[in-house]
């Protein structure tokens, strides 16, 4: 675990947050300031690819990497607030290269550096208790790639646990896809559309009022479902409720 | 008997197009498979080992294989005296009112009197052994009217509640699957402990015997069933409805596994 | 080979999500398959489980990688015990090859044990256009044969129907009584089958797996019914993929503790039966012949890429469809082949052409529930994403899934995407485009595909005045990093 004081990270955006969610990553940017981490913003960087390479376009995805893998080069950990995005640069980047013998090691070098949010508290600071309050129920959406891509299950959970008024309540069947699955959520609307349903049907039994996730696409997803509808819940990343200091 | 040949692609030309897909021009002479290249020296040891290892725990093992079977849908019985399982498989015919038994000719029936009680009793019991009088069809007939199918077992496995029955001369296949009950009598000797002990007991066997497994090897779990219809379980879909399990308990003088 | 339908996705995706009949059905798949799976390993220990898929994953690699030799040793093997082995590249080759041996025998009356290699090859219709009677012995797939279907899953054929459809199918098709007892519905099966048996001249059978070293063949069965198939008529048949064979004897115990428990959450199916070769001289009953075909059909295609040959280890076991929040969905018919869910999406498109099933590998969120699920561990969503990468950028125009103008959207993406100044000032036209459809910082109606396909149902949100690098420059950038 890494010496409080003389943690330098990266913070790589991500496409979402930076277009559409910037109160996201501000928040990332107080609560890891707040926890003594030296913030930094490579100007480069740019979206990692994961659209074109979901979408099978692996040569346009090779060129986003490429210049991600240069533009994040040299420092000493990437924060990302996504599960998506960050298996995108720890997971998929290692098969995007796998056949690139120049790239493949710098790949790797970055991989063994990259950190989702939740994880770099967790698992890099040793931290689940960041003194943050906030007043609400709130269930836990864990992200497909978060999960299962990165491995990251309790560690949310455990840091929403710390935080002061805020209720903690089971979202049933929550490790199931929410429909969102980027260009699939477009491609096949109806499918995507049906497991939204079961998702939305589950939150509102669990009784929340706030749904707290660390990714912004499923959050976008759902976010836009709940909105639709009116339904009394906020949707708000990890960081967000992270980022509610104790008054 | 027609003709012995193989049709469709011959084997050369399918076997070179999977090396072709594998990427290679001949095939490896062995496969590094550590498990194939043992000798039967290695399987008796290890199948010794395994005797010992179930003996030191022969009590826990019965005790295992009748919770677990019962967990399976045996209707389990532990005979303490012989006289007890002849008694209790009448009962368990009078009760059923069976008229017409089919036995296999397993020699646990030597030495338990369960076809003559049944006799007494008014039933109809055949042996399913061909002879003069009793032809394959004759015997296929007989067990298509029988309401009770007895066998022995070769093997019972206690992390699996399972009987395992080897067809052979005298012991028909059907007989513990056509009559809608199944009744297995299992001698400790015969109670391993895992699957593995039994498949490794079945190499052994295959290597003694010169490359020989039997025509059949069956593991019988419970009864028959289906949950095909929404996913509702029902119980004798083809085989038997109802499966007991009768152990003799009292009969340990014998080592565990396979020594008879 | 069984009829391709799999262009028709997007279309009949969209039927089946609309039958409720069939949601009711889908909902017990997760409930109960599912469910009985989950508590099995809590039984267990997942550490133990764990280890059991570890084991069973290097058994198929293994195998895998030396098929050739594995192959030869099960052929060496079963004409020892006295069966005899064929060989089927394709369809058409392995359907002939049983049409000849059933009327070489003059055989009237087949029974047939469940068989997806069958169904796959679509074998009954060429055995009854040669004139034999064939009849589904498994109760799902005697319902569906009666019902002249193809299964919707890999373990429960008919998972699709409710009891009132069954009973109705039963009434019409054997005239018995209208009934809402499944107990008896499965009687009746039962009692039409039983006559069937007995008739039989020849038993056809699938496999679970094939044992190398003895020549055997394993099947694991609920009903009896495989039993039946492979003991009461003269010859017995079975019909198989090339993979399905694992090296030694012992390798069968882990698949043993393996499969039921993923496929229906049992600890061990009723019967699990091994065949090696016809009935010997002294024994009572069993048939007088064994054969075995041995089916490619594309399966060395899987083989041969190196990013597709795990999907070989598959057991059919169904863990993937059972969680699949697709399948969950849609169900298995939508897919348009034999196989469905997450293993049909990656193997059908190379078995039946990637052509023919361009929508199925991107029918997934790529949510990866299937590969935690898998018990031999296959990374399924890897391969769906391979596949897509296939697809996308097929130099074949055949195969090709995007259209010219996807692939110059792609491009276009990078383009913009990888150049920060020229987001920022295409930010700034979207910010102008957007202002007639914004409603309080969000877009509920944008009358552009394919977003208005997302704003049917959902609001967009409405891109904010600034970003976060404009937040980052204009503030967050001139504070201290320590604020005490």
């Known amino acids: 675990m890494a010496q409080r004081g003389q943690v330098t990270a990266s913070l790589f955006a991500t496409c979402m947050v930076d277009q559409l969610y910037p109160q996201v990553g501000v928040s990332v940017v107080r609560v890891l300031r707040r926890l003594g981490v030296t913030v930094q913003f490579p100007a480069s960087q740019v979206c990692c690819g994961q659209p074109l390479y979901n979408a099978g376009f692996t040569k346009p995805a090779r060129q986003l990497a490429r210049h991600t893998l240069r533009s994040l080069a040299g420092s000493q950990y990437v924060v990302v607030p996504s599960g998506s995005c960050a298996a995108m640069l720890k997971v998929f980047y290692l098969d995007l290269f796998a056949h690139d013998p120049a790239l493949l090691p710098p790949a790797q070098e970055l991989a063994s550096r990259v950190y989702e949010f939740s994880q770099f508290l967790t698992e890099v600071l040793g931290v689940d208790d960041v003194g943050a309050s906030y007043t609400g129920k709130a269930a836990y959406h864990p992200s497909c790639h978060l999960l299962r891509e990165l491995g990251v299950r309790e560690g949310p959970r455990r840091l929403l646990g710390k935080v002061q008024g805020l209720e903690s309540v089971e979202l049933p069947q929550a490790e199931s896809c929410c429909g969102f699955g980027g260009a699939f959520s477009v491609k096949f609307p109806h499918i995507s559309g049906g497991m939204l349903d079961d998702k939305l049907a589950n939150l509102q039994a669990s009784g929340a009022d706030t749904l707290v996730a660390c990714d912004m696409g499923c959050l976008m997803h759902l976010g836009g479902a709940i909105d639709r509808r009116s339904l009394p819940v906020k949707i708000r990343h990890l960081a967000q409720v992270l980022d509610g200091e104790a008054k | 008997m027609a003709e012995a040949a193989s049709l469709g692609t011959p084997k050369e030309e399918f076997l070179a197009s999977v090396r072709q897909a594998l990427g290679r021009a001949a095939v490896p002479p062995q496969p590094p498979y550590p498990a194939l290249a043992e000798g039967l020296d ?60 089919v036995r296999s000719d397993h020699d646990v029936f030597n030495a338990l009197p369960v076809h003559a009680a049944l006799q007494k009793l008014g039933l109809t019991v055949t042996p399913v052994v061909r002879d003069q009088q ?127 | 080979m069984a009829e391709i339908k799999t262009k028709d996705f997007q279309a009949a995706s969209r039927r089946s999500i609309q039958d409720p009949q069939l949601r009711r059905a889908l909902q017990r798949v997760g409930a109960g398959f599912d469910g009985a799976r989950r508590e099995n390993i809590a039984e267990v220990t997942p550490q133990v489980w764990e280890a059991w898929r570890e084991q069973a994953r290097r058994i198929k690699v293994h195998t895998l990688e030396h098929l050739d030799y594995y192959l030869e040793l099960l052929d060496q093997r079963v004409t020892q015990a006295g069966g005899q082995m064929h060989y089927a590249k ?112 020849l038993g056809i059978s699938g496999a679970n797996f094939l044992v190398a ?60 039966t091994l065949v090696t070769g016809p009935r010997r001289a002294d024994d009572e009953d069993g048939p007088e012949e064994f054969h075995l075909v041995i089916v490619d059909n594309g399966r060395s295609r899987l083989l041969a890429d190196p990013e597709l040959r795990e ?20 169900g298995g018919h939508a897919y348009g082949w034999v196989y469905p869910g997450p293993i049909g999406a990656v193997i059908t498109p190379v078995l039946v052409g990637l052509g023919q099933a361009k929508d199925l590998p991107f029918a997934s969120s790529l949510c990866g529930a299937c590969r935690e699920a898998c018990p031999i561990k296959i990374n399924l969503p890897r391969m769906l994403l391979h596949l897509r990468h296939k697809l996308a950028e097929s130099p074949n125009a ?70 976060f690098r404009d937040i980052w420059d204009q503030e967050l950038s001139r504070l201290p990093d320590k604020q005490d």
């Open chain 2, 42 to 101: 290695v399987l008796e040891s290890q199948t010794a080992a395994m005797r010992q290892r179930n003996a030191a725990q022969a009590r826990e093992l019965l005790h295992e294989l009748a919770a677990t079977a019962q967990l399976r849908g045996w209707q389990v019985y532990r005979a303490a005296r012989a006289d007890d399982a002849v008694e209790h498989v009448v009962a368990v015919a009078k009760s059923l009112g069976v008229r017409r038994a």
């Open chain 2, 134 to 260: 009793n032809s394959r069809e004759a015997l296929r007939q007989e067990i298509a009217q029988a309401e009770l199918g007895m066998t022995g077992a070769d093997y019972a496995v206690a992390e699996t509640g399972s009987v395992v029955v080897l067809p052979c001369r005298g012991l028909s296949r059907l007989v513990s699957l056509v009559p809608p009950v199944h009744l297995a009598v299992v001698r400790p000797q015969n109670v391993v402990a895992t699957l593995d002990d039994v498949l490794l007991l079945r190499r052994l066997e295959y290597y003694k015997h010169g490359g020989d497994m039997g025509s059949y090897l069956n593991f019988i779990t419970g009864p028959s069933r289906t949950a095909d219809i929404e996913q509702t379980l029902v119980v004798g879909v083809h085989g038997p409805r109802e499966v007991h399990l009768v152990l003799l308990d009292y009969d340990t003088s014998s080592p565990l596994v396979g020594e008879a």
């Open chain 3, 90 to 201: 394709d369809a058409a080759q392995a359907n002939a090859i049983v049409a000849q041996l059933a009327r070489s025998r003059g055989v009237r009356i087949a029974t047939k044990s469940k068989s997806m290699v069958s169904e796959e090859l679509g074998l009954n219709h060429v055995l009854e256009e040669a004139g034999v009677e064939v009849y589904e012995t498994d109760l799902g797939e005697y319902i569906i044969q009666l019902a002249g279907e193809t299964p919707s899953h890999l373990v429960a054929p008919a998972l699709h129907k409710t009891k009132e459809q069954v009973a109705q199918l039963l009434s019409q098709k054997l005239g018995v009584p209208l009934t809402d007892d499944i107990e008896t519905m499965a009687a009746v099966a039962r009692n039409a089958l039983r006559e069937k048996f007995l008739q039989s001249d």
């Open chain 3, 213 to 272: 070293e003895t020549g055997t063949l394993v099947i694991f069965t609920n009903e009896g019914n495989g039993r039946l198939c492979t003991s009461a008529p003269r010859m017995h048949i079975g019909i198989t993929g090339m993979e399905k064979v694992i090296p030694s004897l012992q390798d069968l115990a882990v698949f043993m503790r393996l499969l039921p428990r993923s496929a229906t959450g049992q600890r061990l199916t009723s019967y699990v």
């Open chain 3, 311 to 330: 999907a070989l280890y598959c057991i059919r076991c169904g863990a993937c469809l059972n969680i699949c929040p697709v399948y969950q969905k849609v």
């Open chain 3, 398 to 467: 055949d195969e090709k899934s995007s259209s010219p103008a996807e692939t110059a959207a792609a491009h276009g993406y990078a383009g913009l995407m990888g150049r920060p100044k020229l987001l920022a000032a295409a930010r700034g036209l979207g910010r102008l485009a957007q202002m007639p459809f914004v409603r309080d910082g969000k877009i509920p109606h944008i009358p552009l595909p394919p977003l208005s396909g997302w704003t049917k149902t959902k609001d967009l949100p409405a891109l904010p005045p600034r970003s």
